[in-house]
C-alpha cells in the first residue's frame, strides 16, 4: 500500500487543515491525532459495548469485559456519541480535554501521553466543532482494524505533517516503503527489538506486521525505544496503543545520547533512522564515554555516535539496520573516517544499500542504508567474513506523486532477497547493482563504502546490430538532420532578408 493517492485521506486532511488557522504546525498535529486517537478508542468501545447490550448475561457497563480484549475502556463522557452532541457548543475544547484526563484515568497505559490543551483560546471552537464532524467514518471498529483504516489515516497524515514542517520536522517520519524495506532485510521474527530514535513508532508497527504476515507469534517479540521529542514520544505512545503494541518507550522522553533508559539492553535487531548530520549532539560531554569502541565521535556530527551507541546495544548475534546520510560512506573529517576503518577491518560492516533520492518527504539529502553485525559468521548459512555485500538501488522505485518516490514490492523483494542469498549462498554479483567485495577491495578503495565503486555499471542490452553497421546508419541518419536544418536555416535567412534584416 502506498501513501499516496489513498483518496478519503486526502480529503480528510485538506478539510481537516481548515482547523489549523495560525496554529504551529506542531500544535496542529497533537490537535488532529488527538481527535483521530479518541476516535478509535471509542469506535473500539462502543461496538463491544452493543455487543454486550445484546447479551443477556453481560453488562455492557462492566470495565473487565474490555480489558479482556484488549480494548480500551472508554468512560461516558469521552465516548464519541456524547463529544460529537456536543461539537457545537461553545464549551467543546472543555469537554475533549475531560474525555482525554477521563481516559488517561482508567488507562494507565496512557498517563500524560493525550493532548490536553483543546480549550485553549487559540484553538477556533467552531473549526473544531466542524473537525469533529468531519470524522463520521470508522476507523476502529472490527471491519476498520482489518483494513487497517486508522493505520492509513495516521500515516498519511504524518507523512502530510513532515512535508509541512520542512527539513526539521521529518526527523519523526520514516516512509514506509523505506521501514518495510528495513523490516524484510532484517526479518525480525523473534527477540528483542530496539530503536534508539523511535518517533511515532513506524518500525514496530511494521515489524509486528511483518511477525503476523509470515504466521509468527506477537509474543516472540518484544520492543523498546527511545525518543528525545516530547511531541513525538507521546504520538509513539498513541501509536503502539491504537495497534494493541506493548512497547517499552520508557516512562517519558529522553535523549538517547545523555539518558540511556535501556543501559542493560542487548537487542537482537535495532531498526533506526537516527536525524541526519546532527551537530549539537552535546559530543563535548561524551568524550570518555564507553561506548566508542570504535574511536571519539565528532563534536559537530552525530553520525558515527549513533553508530556506536547501536553497536553497542547489540546481542552477540544481533544486527543493526539503520539509515544514514551518505556522506557517513565516505566522510573523513574529524577521525569518521579511522572509526569508519575500525568497523570495517573487525568486520563488523555487512552490507551497505544506497537508496533513491526523493524518498523522504522532509529532505532531498541523499541517504543509505547500513547493516552493522556482532558476528557476521551467526547471521546466515554462508560464512561472510571479511567481504561486504554493496547494493545500489538508486534507479528503483517509482514516483508515487510530482514530487515523492516510493519502493514498490517487487523493488523491496528484489533488494531484500539479494541480501538473503547472500547470506545464505545462492548469491551472484549484478553488474550495476550488486557485488560482494572483499575488505581487501575495500581497503584498496580507501574504506571508502558508497556502492557504486564497487557495483561497476550496469550491462547494457545488445540489440543485435553490429558496430560497423550501426555507426555508418548513425553517421547518415546524422548527416540528414545537418542537411535539413541546413535547408531551414536558408530558408530563415531569406525570409527575414525580404523584410529588411540582414543576419
Not at 497505559?109 to 483560546?121: E, F, H, I, M, T
Not at 520492543?223 to 517499552?248: F, H
Request: with cysteine.
Amino acid at each position: 500500500m502506498t501513501t499516496a493517492n489513498l483518496g478519503f485521506e486526502e480529503k480528510l486532511w485538506s478539510m481537516a487543515d481548515k482547523l489549523r488557522g495560525s496554529m504551529d504546525s506542531g500544535e496542529y498535529k497533537n490537535v488532529v491525532l488527538g481527535l483521530l486517537f479518541l476516535k478509535y478508542v471509542s469506535d473500539s468501545f462502543e461496538e463491544k459495548f452493543l455487543e454486550l447490550e445484546t447479551d443477556e448475561y453481560a453488562d455492557p457497563e462492566d470495565k473487565d469485559e474490555y480489558l479482556a480484549e484488549n480494548i480500551f475502556w472508554v468512560p461516558k463522557e469521552a465516548r464519541w456519541s456524547f463529544i460529537k452532541d456536543n461539537a457545537k457548543k461553545p464549551e467543546i475544547g472543555q469537554i475533549i480535554d475531560k474525555a482525554m484526563i477521563a481516559i488517561e484515568k482508567e488507562n494507565p497505559s496512557l498517563q500524560g501521553v493525550l493532548p490536553k490543551d483543546y480549550a485553549r483560546p487559540a484553538l477556533d471552537k467552531v473549526r473544531l466543532g466542524e473537525t469533529i464532524d468531519l470524522f463520521s467514518f470508522k476507523v476502529g471498529d472490527k471491519e476498520s482494524r482489518s483494513k487497517d483504516v486508522l493505520g492509513r489515516v495516521y500515516e498519511y497524515f504524518l507523512s502530510k505533517f513532515a512535508s509541512a514542517e520542512g527539513k526539521n520536522g521529518g526527523e519523526f517520519y520514516t516512509p514506509s516503503s523505506v521501514v518495510r524495506l528495513l523490516v524484510e532485510m532484517l526479518q525480525p521474527y523473534k527477540g528483542r527489538i530496539y530503536d534508539p530514535c523511535c518517533g511515532s513508532g513506524g518500525m514496530f508497527v511494521q515489524s509486528e506486521k511483518f511477525v503476523e504476515e509470515h504466521q509468527g507469534k506477537l509474543v516472540d517479540i518484544a520492543v523498546y525505544g527511545q525518543e528525545s521529542n516530547p511531541t513525538t514520544w507521546r504520538l509513539c505512545k498513541m501509536n503502539l496503543a491504537i495497534r494493541g503494541i506493548d512497547g517499552n518507550i520508557g516512562s517519558h522522553n529522553a535523549d538517547t545520547f545523555h539518558n540511556d533508559l535501556h543501559k542493560g539492553l542487548k537487542a537482537d535487531y535495532i531498526l533506526a533512522n537516527p536525524p541526519f548530520n546532527i551537530k549539537d549532539w552535546g559530543g563535548d560531554k561524551l568524550r570518555e564515554d564507553a561506548r566508542w569502541q570504535f574511536g571519539v565521535p565528532p563534536v559537530g556530527n552525530a553520525n558515527y555516535a549513533w553508530i556506536q551507541h547501536m553497536f553497542s546495544k547489540l546481542a552477540p548475534t544481533g544486527t543493526a539496520g539503520f539509515v544514514l546520510a551518505n556522506g557517513s560512506m565516505s566522510s573523513n573529517t574529524s577521525g569518521e573516517g579511522d572509526i569508519r576503518k575500525k568497523l570495517i577491518e573487525d568486520d563488523k560492516v555487512e552490507c551497505i544499500v544506497t537508496l533513491p533520492g526523493q524518498l523522504f518527504y522532509s529532505t532531498q539529502i541523499p541517504v543509505c542504508i547500513w547493516f552493522i553485525s556482532k558476528d557476521k559468521s551467526k547471521t546466515g548459512k554462508r560464512q561472510r567474513n571479511n567481504e561486504i555485500l554493496f547494493i545500489d538501488a538508486r534507479k528503483l522505485g517509482y514516483m508515487a506523486d510530482r514530487t515523492h518516490r516510493e519502493f514498490s514490492e517487487e523493488n523491496i523483494h528484489m533488494i531484500a532477497e539479494t541480501f538473503h542469498k547472500w547470506r545464505d549462498g545462492e548469491y551472484k554479483d549484478v553488474q550495476g547493482f550488486c557485488k560482494s567485495a572483499t575488505i581487501e577491495e575495500v581497503r584498496k578503495n580507501d574504506y571508502i563504502l558508497t556502492p557504486g565503486r564497487y557495483v561497476g555499471l550496469e550491462d547494457v542490452e545488445e540489440d543485435g546490430e553490429p558496430f560497423e553497421e550501426k555507426m555508418v546508419r548513425l553517421t547518415s541518419e546524422l548527416s540528414e538532420q545537418f542537411a535539413k536544418s541546413k535547408e531551414l536555416e536558408d530558408l530563415i535567412r531569406k525570409a527575414l532578408g525580404r523584410i529588411g534584416y540582414d543576419i
